[in-house]
């Protein structure tokens, strides 16, 4: 989801899908990281966004529920609905991982700069301009799947530990 979710989430990379020479030209690199840096901007303000909303929705609605009870003592029902709203943010939160997202976004985006930073200045490992490209594609290209290997534990069902350890 380009939401800043974990459900589908998609690649950041502006890799031409299409098949073409070896060699995509000049610039490429250095749109491959600006593709980058900015899917990562723009998903961890997506992800902040979502995570902070979350919460005060939470801190709200939770709030209200014993001023409800106060305020509207002959009746249960609004206390209670506003006891399963507060169930559907938690469950919600859980869900998506809004802040372990911003988080990961974040750092995928600062790496992301600072190695293209690093490639603007001319320092190692884009000393040599022959092969500068080749390190800066290399760089976003471990960046993301480092995040991406991050998301996909985030993303697996958890299992049970099994063994003779494991108390019943």
């Known amino acids: 989801m380009a ?21 995509p030209g000049p610039g490429y690199a250095m749109g491959l990281a600006n593709g980058s840096y ?6 961890a303000v997506r992800a902040r966004r979502n995570f902070r909303l979350s919460e ?13 009870a106060v305020l509207w003592s002959g ?16 469950g ?3 869900v998506f991982h809004w802040h372990d997202d911003y988080l990961r ?9 600072a190695e293209r930073r690093l490639y603007y200045t001319g320092a190692e ?3 040599v301009p022959e092969t500068r490209d080749q390190a800066l594609a290399a760089a976003v290209t471990r960046i993301e799947q480092r995040e991406m290997g ?3 534990q985030l993303a697996s069902p958890r299992t049970e530990p099994t063994g003779p350890n494991v108390l019943p």
């Not at 974990?6 to 502006?14: K, R, V």
């Not at 009746?75 to 938690?90: D, H, K, N, R």
């Not at 976004?105 to 700069?113: G, I, L, N, P």
């Open 3 to 23: 939401q800043g979710s974990t459900a589908d989430e998609p690649t950041p990379t502006t890799t031409p899908r299409s098949g073409g020479s070896a060699d």
């Open 38 to 43: 900015d899917w990562y901007h723009g998903a």
């Open 56 to 68: 005060t929705l939470l801190l709200l609605v939770s709030a209200a529920i014993p001023v409800s």
């Open 75 to 90: 009746t249960a029902e609004i206390p209670a609905v506003l006891g399963g709203i507060v169930v559907v943010i938690t």
């Open 92 to 94: 919600l939160r859980s």
């Open 105 to 113: 976004f974040t750092e995928a985006r600062e790496a992301v700069e």
């Open 125 to 127: 490992p884009y000393a």
């Open 150 to 152: 991050t998301w996909v």
